[in-house]
């Protein structure tokens, strides 16, 4: 079975545009939950989607959003990007709204985005 | 603000030795705990957790100790391999499916 998937790998952006990341989540799972991890610390939470509805939000400006799909894949979008937001982005699916392995929360390998 | 920390951001050890890493968290609401390890270029990879209610969990050589007086973390891996060399990072949940990660210690094993 396959992974959590993340597309693209990789991303050079410019500062000010706009950037669309994807997540699709391991197969029956149908919680998607995002994170920023910058170079040298531990992920920050972003946001938690289930069954298509938001379900938690972590301390990031309105200029972050994403949504979920009814496949339960899900997009995270950013807009005026700034150099700041260079960072690998993670996305993690689980069964349900828990984490650890009784849901099955499992991480995917990350988008890395350059800004510049 | 709700922090996790970890004491020392990088520690090195021969193989074979055993490696213990520290971990630092300041909400004491937190009622499930999780470790994770790095590789260059992956995702985090769970590794042990540990519940609140307990203060020791042992898993295939590694052991975690959870300190709710002090609220300290710790991961002892036993019998330290090459292939253990990773950033490792401790996780916090208290909330649904928030986690909140600490900074990170960075392995190196020499063969």
Redesign the interface.
């Known amino acids: 079975d396959a992974g959590v998937t993340q597309s693209p790998t990789h991303l050079i952006k410019t500062r000010g545009q706009h950037v669309t990341l994807r997540c699709s989540p391991i197969s029956g799972h149908k919680s998607v939950s995002w994170y920023q991890q910058v170079l040298g610390q531990g992920p920050q939470f972003i946001f938690q989607y289930y069954e298509k509805e938001e379900r938690g939000r972590g301390n990031f400006p309105d200029r972050f959003s994403a949504r979920q799909f009814p496949n339960y894949s899900s997009e995270l979008n950013v807009n005026a990007l700034l150099l700041g937001d260079s960072a690998l982005y993670l996305c993690a699916s689980s069964v349900g709204t828990g984490t650890g392995p009784l849901y099955g929360y499992t991480f995917g390998s990350g988008t890395r985005l350059t800004v510049v | 603000g709700e922090s ?1 920390g970890l004491h020392l951001p990088t520690l090195s050890v021969q193989e074979g030795d055993n490696s213990i890493i520290n971990c630092a968290y300041s909400n004491s609401a937190s009622d ?1 705990f ?1 470790w994770y390890k790095q590789e260059s ?6 590794i042990i ?1 540990i519940r609140s209610n307990m203060d020791k969990r042992q898993g295939q050589r590694v052991t975690v100790l959870l300190n709710k007086t002090v609220k300290h973390l710790s991961l002892q891996i036993a019998a330290t391999q090459p292939g253990d060399s990773a950033v490792y ?1 401790c ?1 916090e ?1 208290n ?10 210690t960075e392995l190196s094993v020499k063969p």
């Open positions: 996790v499930y999780i270029g992956k995702g985090p990879q769970f957790d990072f996780a949940n909330q649904g499916g928030k986690l909140i990660f600490g900074q990170g």
